[in-house]
């Protein structure tokens, strides 16, 4: 089993977002006890948000138009502060990109193991995003390379037109995939002076 570094979270922005009740101040007197910075806001985050390193958001009356980014997009990671663990708030709350909760009323613990749970799964999110944006882009130069083996296979096989392919990169001096988007741009009906065998 790998081990997770725990993060040093001391010096960290977290945004409360939350109307005004006394899960507030208990809240950030916990998060200043682990040395974060806290600062309430009612009914809007602002567009500063997008500097935080944290948001706790209150899920009962919570709806998408409080947030400075589309559902689900949160650049940051999302501690849900759940009251009324109804399905239709579990699952906004869900929508809304939570990482973590705290169950309501918050007492004198939870925000750090919340905090680190968070971090762990936004990260960990993040990553597979990467990894998912990476492959998609892979699959879409592949897909490159086939049309642009297609329209150099007019008249002979395809490893024929792929070995082409290959040459032209080479005279090119880019990549295959390179090479093939060029073929591609210049559209389907090209004919490309070949190169006797």
Do not use: C, N
Request: no cysteine; aromatic share 6%.
């Amino acid at each position: 089993m790998r081990r997770l570094r725990v993060p040093d979270l001391g010096g960290a922005r977290a945004l409360i977002l939350h109307r005004p009740h006394a899960t507030v101040p208990a809240l950030a007197r916990q998060l200043a006890a682990i040395g974060l910075s806290a600062e309430a806001h009612w009914p809007d985050l602002p567009a500063a948000a997008l500097a935080a390193d944290f948001v706790f958001f209150d899920v009962d009356p919570g709806h998408d138009g409080q947030f400075p980014w589309k559902p689900g997009q949160a650049p940051m990671p999302m501690i849900a502060l759940i009251g009324s663990e109804t399905p239709g708030r579990i699952e906004w709350a869900l929508g809304m990109g939570a990482d973590a909760q705290i169950l309501k009323p918050v007492g004198d613990g939870g925000a750090y193991s919340a905090l680190l749970i968070a971090r762990a799964g936004f990260e960990a999110r993040r990553a597979l995003g990467s990894e998912i944006e990476g492959l998609r882009g892979r699959l879409a130069e592949r897909q490159t390379v086939v049309r642009a083996v297609t329209i150099l296979s007019a008249g002979q096989d395809d490893e024929a037109a792929y070995a082409e392919l290959r040459r032209l990169a080479m005279g090119w001096r880019v990549t295959i995939e390179e090479a093939a988007a060029r073929l591609v741009a210049k559209g389907e009906g090209l004919r490309v002076r070949r190169r006797p065998s």
